[in-house]
T-cell receptor
Framework: KQEVTQIPAALSVPEGENLVLNCSFTDSAIYNLQWFRQDPGKGLTSLLL?????REQTSGRLNASLDKSSGRSTLYIAASQPGDSATYLC????????????FGQGTTLQVKP | KAGVTQTPRYLIKTRGQQVTLSCSPI?????VSWYQQTPGQGLQFLFEYFSETQRNKGNFPGRFSGRQFSNSRSEMNVSTLELGDSALYLC??????????????FGEGSRLTVL
């Protein structure tokens, strides 16, 4: 059974810092991994999608890496801003779970001005 | 291009009632999936529809059901509501389906409160 874990559960940093959010999964047989952002009371905003054949994806100040063999992904946020404050969720689709995303519990980030 | 639209955004029901939630996917997307989000359990998969057919189903009781129409719009229904059904219900759409490396796009959700 696929399980996704995100560490840390919460993180508070001063504005301008570079930071790394971690995601690990127990079954390396995945189709892809997707990172999302969720603001309080809102839906999920897709940040980056990494397909199983890829090692990383970049969008602006965000960079996500994927190491399937070790069951890990990291989301790197450069030069953090207060507007980055949100909960960040990673999710995977396993080969045996077509159509079903398995989510981690999320990392709640606070960037202080 | 409009995103995923969910209605209603907020609703309050009492135990024993039933509720229907609606989801309009991004134009051209044929796959719609539903998720329940609660503080204790996080995000859990309910079901996925593609071309009007349910392709996958999560571990929820039969009180939770859904359907998809020919225009890809989807509805989910919860009958005989229980207090534990209070949650944010999120709908996501994808071009071809999450199992074919498709990126999921989520709506703002429907916040259901059961009293």
């Amino acid at each position: 059974k696929q399980e996704v874990t995100q560490i840390p559960a919460a993180l508070s940093v001063p504005e301008g810092e570079n930071l790394v959010l971690n995601c690990s999964f127990t079954d390396s047989a995945i189709y892809n991994l997707q990172w999302f952002r969720q603001d309080p009371g809102k839906g999920l905003t897709s940040l980056l999608l990494i397909q199983s054949s890829q090692r990383e994806q970049t969008s602006g100040r965000l960079n996500a890496s994927l190491d399937k063999s070790s069951g890990r992904s990291t989301l790197y946020i450069a030069a953090s801003q207060p507007g980055d404050s949100a909960t960040y969720l990673c999710a995977v689709i396993g080969l045996s779970n077509t159509g079903k995303l398995i989510f981690g519990q999320g990392t709640t980030l606070q960037v202080k001005p | 291009k409009a995103g995923v639209t969910q209605t209603p955004r907020y609703l309050i029901k009492t135990r024993g009632q039933q509720v229907t939630l609606s989801c309009s996917p991004i134009s051209g997307h044929r796959s719609v999936s539903w998720y329940q989000q609660t503080p204790g359990q996080g995000l859990q998969f309910l079901f996925e529809y593609f071309s009007e057919t349910q392709r996958n189903k999560g571990n929820f009781p039969g009180r939770f059901s859904g359907r998809q129409f020919s225009n890809s719009r989807s509805e989910m229904n919860v009958s005989t509501l229980e207090l534990g059904d209070s949650a944010l219900y999120l709908c996501a759409s994808s071009l071809e389906g999450t199992g074919i490396t498709g990126e999921l796009f989520f709506g703002e959700g429907s916040r259901l409160t059961v009293l």
